[in-house]
């Protein structure tokens, strides 16, 4: 009984991730149309247990992608290519945070080697958090 129970427990989980897969993929296409959004970590290798664990996701932007290969042939300097770079996080983070219904605690941090926007979705059903919100 005890292994059926932790079987359905993590089946319910493996859910709440793809149901915040599938909420940011939807929100973000409205925007970005190419975007492409990916699970990574230890929400893709299985090795999470769930519990305090948060979900790594990626996001890959044709637009982005263009400005790095532009930098790094040197079309453009260092300095427009942070600001760009800066207003793509604070454009998913703008996106993000307009849901407060669905999204809290939403935060950009746009000094990291990879930017980032971190925060909790309130709807994913997570088994593992008493409100079934995943971070």
């Known amino acids: 009984?005890?292994?059926e129970f932790r079987r359905v427990l993590f089946r319910s989980y493996d859910a709440a991730v793809r149901k915040l897969h599938q909420t940011i993929s939807k929100l973000l296409k409205n925007?970005?149309?190419?975007?492409?959004?990916?699970i990574y970590g230890s929400c893709l290798s299985k090795l999470s247990l769930g519990k305090g664990a948060d979900v790594d996701l990626s996001l890959w932007l044709p637009e982005a992608a263009k400005l790095q290969t532009d930098f790094q042939e040197g079309r453009i300097e260092a300095g427009k290519y942070e600001r760009q770079m800066k207003?793509?996080?604070?454009?998913?983070?703008?996106?993000?945070?307009?849901?407060?219904n669905e999204f809290r605690g939403m935060q950009p941090i746009t000094r990291a080697r990879v930017p980032v926007v971190k925060g909790t979705y309130n709807f994913?059903?997570?088994p593992f958090s008493f409100d079934g919100s995943i971070k």
């Open 31 to 38: 925007r970005f149309p190419k975007a492409r959004v990916s």
């Open 87 to 100: 207003q793509f996080v604070y454009q998913v983070y703008h996106k993000l945070n307009a849901r407060s």
């Open 1 to 3: 009984a005890w292994l």
């Open 124 to 126: 994913a059903n997570n």
